[in-house]
């Protein structure tokens, strides 16, 4: 595989009264140019803090990250970021919290060409309507469908979801699920997301890689999802390899979580 987005011996420590807390250690993990890949663990496994280094928000102790050919140092526009929780400006309307990256990084564009952008984005979620409201004034779930329209409309090299949907009802969240795999098809963009829900990782990735449990986590099992797409959600749940997948998963997280996989199998 061609990897267009690679990290190689990620490792993260951090300072301990007992000496260095070793939370990630030698993570090898290789992404082609527009596969969807989620990482799934035990709480507190390191998830999160790899998806941190990824979009240059926690520093790298060792090892690196090369996407599409450049090394990684800090963060950049280069990277979307999607967070449990939106972070919006409150102040700011929907379509004036879109804007503010659009602004930075479509600087050489027109005012009609930036307003466009904002616009479809979020009218693609369904906020066409609500462009002008603030957060207080939209449900949690409207406010996460402004951050990720946010970060499309950046049109980032990745996307980087941090459980993105962990926080909202099953609707909301299911429905939150097809606008995102929506715009991913539409845009094709790499992604890297971060969730402890098995049924979500198998309905939106094409590879699921399994993080032993820390501390020193690392790259356990990598389970390969091929349900055709675009997918939906019914047929995902009859395809006759969805509950062995599944079963594979839940196992993986209630036994071989701390057994170490070999340095030389992660892909």
Not at 74 to 94: I, Y
Not at 102 to 110: L, P
Not at 219 to 238: A, L, Q, T, W
Not at 247 to 266: N, T
Request: net charge neutral.
């Amino acid at each position: 595989m061609k990897a267009y987005c690679e990290l190689f011996n990620l490792t993260k420590t951090y300072p301990s009264p007992n000496g260095p807390a070793v939370i990630v250690k030698d993570f090898n993990l290789r992404l082609a140019e527009g596969e969807f890949v989620t990482l799934i663990g035990h709480s507190g496994c390191g998830k999160s803090t790899v998806l941190s280094m990824v979009a240059g928000l926690n520093s790298i102790t060792d090892g690196g990250i090369i996407l599409a050919g450049r090394e990684l140092a800090g963060p950049g526009p280069d990277r979307g970021m999607v967070f449990q929780s939106p972070s919006l400006l409150p102040w700011m309307t929907a379509y004036e919290n879109v804007m503010i990256g659009i602004n930075q990084v479509f600087f050489t564009a027109s005012k009609q060409e930036r307003h466009q952008i904002a616009e479809y984005y979020l009218s693609v979620v369904g906020l066409a309507d609500a462009m002008e409201k603030r957060p207080l004034e939209l449900s949690q779930g409207m406010r996460q469908w402004v951050g990720i329209a946010r970060a499309f409309a950046l049109k980032p090299k990745m996307l980087l979801l941090d459980e993105p949907f962990g926080m909202l009802d099953s609707l909301t969240r299911y429905e939150l699920q097809g606008v995102l795999l929506e715009l991913w098809r539409k845009n094709r963009i790499t992604a890297l997301m971060v969730t402890h829900d098995v049924d979500e990782a198998l309905y939106l990735s094409d590879r699921v890689v399994c993080m032993t449990d820390g501390p020193e986590a690392e790259v356990g099992d990598i389970i390969h999802v091929n349900f055709p797409r675009p997918r939906n959600r019914k047929e995902v749940m009859e395809h006759p390899d969805y509950y062995p997948l599944r079963e594979r998963l839940i196992e993986f997280l209630e036994v071989h979580a701390h057994r170490r996989r070999p340095k030389h199998a992660a892909a």
